[in-house]
């Protein structure tokens, strides 16, 4: 169902905004995309929604006719008290003037009674380390839809090997089932960007995909393996923070029959998996 809004054209016009690059502000202007977004967001009567960048409210009008409760997440304090002052009407969403990299997402669901959608158009600046956040956001949020720049979506779905492959695509797989959506051109947006965007749904998994004795481990390997892509396992893993050395390195790659010369970004997810598992048994063993 789709509900008649202002056009987003016609708002900016209205009030005279001019969105702020600081902010990474690129206002989805185009309405069949608005309406073709909430129709792939499968909302439900009962669910409580997220919305990351209420900008003009576009989207968030029409998220409010599918769901029980909108909350919509703007930084922009001016555009926040328009929102809430004269452009939203319905009595289901509420405006929440605030950083999406700090919004208690635990509480909300709490408050909602159970697992949270989220919806939104991502900044560039901090795209990686909210999907990250909210990913390792566990058992609050059951689904994500999605808007990231064209070359930040491609590192979601990329496999091993492929330039786009990195710390971005292994975490984001080992939380979530990913799915493109589809992609938008520049001219959908005000200002236009310089590169194209596209939509990318999350079914957030009840629990990792791959069994990990410690998470933290597991992170602190990947950021060492990615951060010098071009070195082979045995250097790139050499960390004296966890008294892990090159010969260390290639014994327990040996052991469970993994070549120590291969480089980080040809590794899957689940070989990641078993050497992070390997190494922090390791290194608790000779601990002790």
């Known amino acids: 169902m789709v509900i008649t ?10 009030f005279s905004l001019r969105p702020r690059k600081s902010l990474g502000q690129n206002f989805i202007i185009d309405e069949e995309i608005l309406n073709k977004i909430v129709e792939m967001c499968y909302c439900y009567k009962d669910e409580t929604v997220v919305e990351i960048g209420a900008g003009l409210g576009g989207l968030t009008s029409r998220l409010a006719v599918q769901a029980k409760m909108v909350l919509a997440i703007e930084k922009d304090k001016k555009l926040s008290q328009l929102l809430k002052t004269k452009i939203i009407k319905q009595n289901n969403i509420k405006i929440i003037q605030q950083d999406a990299l700090h919004f208690d997402y635990e509480t909300a ?5 159970g697992p949270l959608k989220v919806v939104g158009n991502l900044p560039y600046v901090i795209a ?13 949020i059951k689904e994500m839809i999605l808007m990231y720049q064209k070359e930040v979506a491609s590192r979601l779905t990329s496999q091993p090997g492929n330039k786009n492959y990195g710390f971005l695509t292994i975490i984001a797989n080992l939380y979530a089932d990913i799915e493109p959506l589809f992609s938008l051109g520049r001219e959908s947006f005000y200002p236009r960007p310089k590169v194209e965007s596209a939509l990318v749904r999350f079914k957030v998994l009840s629990q990792p995909r791959e069994y990990l004795i410690n998470e ?4 602190m390997l990947l ?8 070195k082979k396992l045995r250097n790139a893993l050499a960390l ?5 050395s090159s010969d260390i390195i290639e014994r327990v790659c040996r052991e469970i029959d993994l070549d120590p010369g291969r480089r980080g970004e040809t590794l899957s997810l689940k070989e ?4 992070s598992n390997h190494l922090f048994s390791f290194s608790t063993l000779n601990r002790i």
């Open 5 to 14: 809004v202002p056009s987003q054209r016609q708002l900016l016009k209205k």
């Open 272 to 275: 990641f998996a078993l050497i």
């Open 240 to 244: 004296k923070s966890a008294h892990l």
């Open 109 to 113: 669901a709490s408050i909602a009674g």
């Open 216 to 219: 933290r481990y597991f992170v």
């Open 223 to 230: 950021k060492s393996a990615f951060s010098q892509r071009r």
């Open 128 to 140: 990686s380390r909210l999907t990250i956040k909210l990913l390792k956001t566990k058992n609050c």
